[in-house]
Nanobody, 124 residues
Framework: QVQLVESGGGLVQAGGSLRLSCAASGRTFSSYVMGWFRQAPGKEREFVAAIRWSPRIYYSDSVKGRFTISRDNAKNTVYLQMNSLKPEDTAVYYC??????????????????WGQGTQVTVSS
């Protein structure tokens, strides 16, 4: 059973930064696309970023230029560095593992394991 555990969420002022981490269990972490999604109150869960290997990295238009996704396969961990945060970034952020390597990385249905989520709140 694969487990994904997010950490690093919290309360930050607009313009600030946070770094989310997602630690994954399992010995084949490097074989999977890893993604970050978020769900704001009253909204559908949406794609944020995904990584196969650098430079095969994908971002939503809303975070491009402000967020950076990275992975450390030796530590089975994927990160999301979030800079220049805005109040509209407030959401629960979820880490997810793709069904394999050759998936459409922006689509939620392509992911089969999800973390429990970590709250990010950006105050104005």
């Amino acid at each position: 059973q694969v487990q994904l555990v997010e950490s690093g969420g919290g309360l930050v002022q607009a313009g600030g930064s946070l770094r989310l981490s997602c630690a994954a269990s399992g010995r084949t972490f490097s074989s999977y696309v890893m993604g970050w999604f978020r769900q704001a109150p009253g909204k559908e869960r949406e794609f944020v970023a995904a990584i196969r290997w650098s430079p095969r990295i994908y971002y939503s238009d809303s975070v491009k230029g402000r967020f950076t996704i990275s992975r450390d396969n030796a530590k089975n961990t994927v990160y999301l560095q979030m800079n220049s945060l805005k109040p509209e970034d407030t959401a629960v952020y979820y880490c997810a593992r793709g069904r394999g390597w050759n998936i459409i990385a922006t689509m939620q249905d392509e992911y089969d394991y999800w973390g429990q989520g970590t709250q990010v709140t950006v105050s104005s």
